[in-house]
């Protein structure tokens, strides 16, 4: 393949991450902001299930072109692992942070009225302590009741879960229409399962571009440094990303001894 079509393909490729993460985004943050701004009783059953099928579809849509990573972890991992191009890393993580980005911008278009019209009624102070509940539609924020070390650890389990279950799904040749199949559908219900037993307590961060990119953009909106700090003297929200890159390296070494040393005696 000559240099050119390889820089044309990683460009479709990029695209395909960041449509595909967006997609998770606009979905999700779209319906808790239909909760939020209407008064809606803040399900997370339901929310959990939109996050889950948002996953789902868009896998399905993605896989073909970029592998579906969707999330700067997976393709941590599956540099670790699967020998994934080094030089497709940056681009792709990248990508999946400008598509959270971007898309939670399109949802806060979308919403921006009825955001302003809750804010007045309220009277929410954008940047106040109070106008969190409204940037945790597009972004994780951990519940006060727990501290950074439980959050730390809370996310480098999910994490390891997480990346073990991903791996392990694709390290069979011999299952392909397997994967391309049903693949898709199970990481969707793991989304959905983790989501709903974690979200109580981290707000399920798992994906760090979708972090990054939204708590970016609502840093600029008018939120500023509160959405780093949650209200506390500690630019905390480094720690749950930490803690989903320690998960995501830890798994990778852990199936790979199992897989060496367990299942090939």
Same mark, same amino acid.
């Given at each position: ?55 789902? +579809?868009? =896998?399905?849509?993605? !896989? ?9 972890? @997976? #393709?941590? &991992?599956?540099? /670790? ?81 997480? +990346?073990? =279950?991903?791996?392990? !799904? ?9 994967? @391309? #199949?049903? &693949?898709?559908? /199970? ?79």
């Amino acid at each position: 393949m000559s240099n050119v079509k390889r820089k044309f393909m990683l460009l479709i490729q990029c695209i395909s991450e960041f449509f595909g993460t967006g997609l998770i985004i606009f979905f999700n943050s779209s319906y808790i902001a239909s909760l939020r701004l209407t008064h809606g009783f803040n399900n997370s059953w339901k929310i959990s299930v939109i996050l889950g099928l948002s996953t789902c +579809i868009a =896998i399905y849509l993605s !896989l073909f072109i970029s592998g579906a990573h969707l999330n700067p972890i @997976i #393709t941590l &991992s599956f540099f /670790l692992f699967f020998n994934f191009n080094k030089k497709k890393i940056i681009p792709y993580i990248l990508s999946q942070i400008l598509g959270s980005f971007c898309f939670s911008a399109i949802v806060y278009k979308l919403y921006y009225d009825l955001l302003i019209k809750f804010e007045a009624q309220n009277k929410i102070l954008r940047g106040s302590l109070d106008s969190l509940n409204l940037a945790s539609i597009f972004s994780c924020f951990p519940n006060k009741n727990i501290s950074m070390l439980q959050i730390f650890i809370i996310e480098t389990i999910i994490t390891f879960i997480f +990346i073990l =279950i991903i791996i392990f !799904l694709n390290d069979h040749e011999n299952f392909f229409v397997f994967k @391309i #199949t049903f &693949s898709p559908i /199970l990481v969707g219900i793991l989304v959905f399962l983790i989501n709903f037993i974690v979200s109580p307590f981290t707000n399920f961060i798992l994906n760090p571009a979708h972090d990054i990119g939204s708590r970016t953009f609502i840093y600029l909106s008018g939120w500023g440094k509160i959405v780093f700090t949650n209200g506390s003297n500690i630019t905390h929200f480094f720690i749950p990303i930490l803690g989903t890159m320690l998960g995501s390296v830890m798994s990778v070494y852990f199936y790979k001894y199992i897989k060496k040393y367990i299942f090939c005696n």
